[in-house]
């Protein structure tokens, strides 16, 4: 049976270190030996290695790739992190980690109302799946179990969408996931023929996705 993927379009971001643990152990197709992970500069890529050994070396295979960003997270209340500062009320203030401390004080007791009102920050850095098929999921060999791998990564992320429409045998899917969680999704063909003179369909349009 081959599967294809026709169309993704993804907005996913994760912290770094959650994909990282997401490789230690995964739970692969069956096509798919082992996954390798590379970082170039601010690009993450992650290759599938297939399990067929009488694959030629010199093939490409499927890897899914993500631009690396930083984001500055802040502590609520209750010791997690989150990323809009809590809302304390006027005099609060921000912190990068640390002691805090060394902050102005208008006197002794408005700087202790200081160091009890600091809000606590860090940056952390973020794996950003975005963009469409080519820029999300590269090559055509292994392309639709690596697509696997990245729905699985996608119902980790609190944050971000992935939408596909793929063919499995002679079957057109549409898989849609948002903010971690499967939501129904349906493939609907609009063909107009003013715009589609040749008879074709635009699979980039979102409409196909509802």
């Known amino acids: 049976m081959n599967s294809r993927v026709f169309r993704l379009h993804s907005t996913l971001e994760l912290p770094l270190d959650d994909v ?40 490409p295979t499927a890897q899914l790739k993500a631009s690396v960003t930083e984001n500055r997270v802040y502590e609520n209340e209750d010791g997690e992190w989150q990323e809009t500062p809590p809302d304390d009320g006027p005099g609060g ?7 805090g401390g060394g902050g102005p004080s208008w006197s002794s007791l408005g700087g202790e109302q200081e160091a009890e009102q600091e809000i606590r920050s860090k940056l952390i850095e973020y794996a950003c799946f975005k963009g469409d098929r080519e820029t999300v999921l590269q090559n055509t060999e292994l392309q639709y179990p690596m697509f696997e791998v990245l729905c699985n990564l996608a119902r980790t992320a609190d944050k971000g969408s ?39 369909v635009d699979w980039r349009d979102n409409k196909f996705i509802n």
């Not at 490789?23 to 082992?34: M, R, T, Y």
């Not at 993450?44 to 010199?58: C, D, G, M, P, R």
């Not at 203030?93 to 002691?99: A, F, I, R, Y």
């Not at 063919?167 to 715009?195: F, N, Q, S, T, Y």
Request: hydrophobic share 35%; proline share 3%.
């Open 20 to 59: 990282h643990s997401f490789f230690e152990d995964p739970d692969l197709p069956v096509e798919i030996k082992d996954i390798e992970i590379t970082r170039r500069n601010n690009t993450l890529i992650i290759s599938s290695v297939a399990a067929e050994e009488n694959l030629s070396k010199y093939t």
């Open 93 to 99: 203030s921000v912190s990068s980690g640390g002691d």
């Open 162 to 200: 992935l939408e596909a429409i793929t063919a499995v045998g002679e079957d057109l899917e549409a898989v849609r996931i948002v903010d971690g969680e499967d939501r129904a999704a349906r493939v609907k063909v609009v063909e107009d023929p003013r715009e589609t003179e040749n008879g074709g």
